[in-house]
């Protein structure tokens, strides 16, 4: 089993920051692909962001929604997932779920299917 806990949510403004983290307790093998998923109340949960650190570490995955304003990276050291998240909007408000998974097909790293372990999210408010 993989424990996966985030952190680093909170409330922003529109346009500001947030740096979202995501500890893992397995080793890098069993997380070598890991993503980030968002909820918001009433929607489903949507892919944001995925990446395979083992085999495809420089072509990580990005909804089409937060291109260029988020980052996926990870830290094989520590075995910490992180996505930074910049010019965040209103629409960006949701709970956000770290994921994992020791494999995965890189074309479905968005996809909530992929991954076996689960972490219990942290929320994310952007006011206008």
């Known amino acids: 089993q993989v424990l996966l806990v985030e952190s680093g949510g909170g409330s922003v403004q529109s346009g500001g920051s947030l740096t979202l983290s995501c500890a893992a307790s397995a080793n890098n093998y069993a997380t070598a692909c890991m993503g980030w998923f968002r909820q918001a109340p009433g929607k489903e949960r949507e892919g944001v962001a995925g990446?395979?650190?083992?085999?495809?570490?420089?072509?990580?995955r990005y909804a089409d929604s937060v291109k260029g304003r988020f980052t996926i990276s990870k830290d094989n050291v520590k075995n910490v997932l992180l996505l930074t998240m910049n010019s965040l909007k209103p629409e960006d408000t949701a709970m956000y779920y770290c994921a994992a998974s020791p494999s995965c097909t890189w074309s479905r790293l968005l996809h909530s299917g992929t991954y076996d372990f689960w972490g219990q999210g942290t929320q994310v408010t952007v006011s206008s």
């Open positions: 990446i395979d650190s083992i085999g495809r570490a420089d072509s990580p």
